[in-house]
């Protein structure tokens, strides 16, 4: 049996020189945004100044969200406050722009349908692809309406499903409609469960999981803990020994397993919700177990700091 107590150090409790050993053990961070750095609209306190320590130390810091509702603008303004921001488009990652790179790599051209926000349609639109969506607005309650519109012979060869304030039954059954004819199959954020504003409500993954047992198909997932985006970050940022990446997140489910499948070093944080106590949950849950546990983002300050001043003696 898998002895958990073995599985998860917690960071603040290491000793200086384990504390040097573990800094010493990457060099790029790619960190979840929602419950790591920020809470809804308000950044968590200490976080700008840990970015700081980790970038001043050598640390390349990359942000990668299953968030496509807030648009690439909004990630550069919450993102512009933390030490200037990334220095390029390119340390930002979410699903919509992850699945306009997987679609240019293999010169997608055709018609999309897609079930998703505002913003996650227009970055799509803004990209070149076509795209239906719909319906928004309440249908007549009669079976022969509802066929009419699922089943319109429109040229669909992709489906992408992320998350849609406006979700219906029509939706997915139109969806459905498209997979049935062997169109593409795309998801983006897969969390079952949202956390907003203290409450959790359904996430997109439930509707991605309806439509997987309604067509017995498998989506191609391009937010986490998808495979396919696991591939696509290692060949974007050159990665070649995985084991060299610190993955940050509040999540076991997503964050965490994302980093365990991907084969890097994993770091839960306690501002999500999930406690260093509910680790006792992930015993059958090899792939959720995280590496190292810390309360919060903004504690890594203090170990870094903790690690330089080790690394300082050690040089005297």
């Known amino acids: 049996m898998l002895r958990l107590e073995k599985s998860t150090q917690h960071l603040s409790k290491l000793s200086m020189e384990q504390k040097k050993k573990f800094f010493e053990s990457f060099d790029i961070i790619q960190t979840d945004c929602d419950g790591v750095l920020w809470k809804t609209e308000e950044l968590f306190a200490g976080v700008e100044s840990t970015i700081r320590a980790l970038q001043t130390n050598g640390k390349r810091v990359i942000f990668v969200s299953n968030n496509s509702v807030r648009s690439m603008d909004e990630y550069r303004s919450k993102l512009a406050v933390l030490n200037d921001g990334p220095r390029k488009d390119d340390d930002i990652m979410h699903p919509v722009k992850a699945i306009v790179a997987y679609l240019r790599d293999i010169e997608f051209a055709g018609l ?14 803004s990209a070149g692809f076509q795209i239906l969506d ?36 029509t939706k997915l ?20 469960e949202l956390a907003v504003g203290g409450m959790r409500f359904i996430g997109p993954g439930c509707y991605v999981e309806l439509l ?11 937010g986490k803990p998808g495979l396919q985006l696991s591939r696509m970050l290692k060949k974007r940022y050159s990665i070649e020994n995985p084991r060299r990446v610190l993955f940050v997140g509040d999540q076991p489910e997503m964050d965490i397993k994302f980093g365990s ?24 849950k090899p792939d959720e177990i995280p590496d190292y546990y810390i309360e919060s983002f903004a504690e890594l300050e203090q170990i870094v700091r903790d690690a330089m001043e080790c690394k300082q003696r050690d040089e005297e």
């Not at 319906?135 to 849609?164: L, M, T, Y």
């Not at 059954?173 to 079952?192: C, E, P």
């Not at 997987?212 to 391009?222: E, M, S």
């Not at 991907?262 to 509910?278: I, N, P």
């Open 173 to 192: 059954l139109r969806a459905q409609m498209y997979l049935k004819q062997d169109a593409l199959f795309i998801a983006g954020v897969m969390d079952k």
């Open 212 to 222: 997987q047992n309604a067509t017995g198909r498998k989506p191609i997932v391009l």
């Open 134 to 169: 719909g319906p928004n607005e309440p249908v007549d309650e009669s079976p022969r309406k509802v066929i009419g519109i699922i089943n319109d012979e429109q040229p669909v060869e992709a489906v992408i499903v992320d998350f849609d304030y406006n979700m219906n039954n």
């Open 112 to 125: 999309c349908y897609v079930i998703g926000s505002a913003n996650f349609k227009d970055s799509l639109r």
């Open 261 to 284: 499948i991907s084969s890097y070093q994993t770091l839960l944080v306690g501002t999500g919700g999930f406690k260093a106590e509910d680790l006792v949950k992930l015993v059958d």
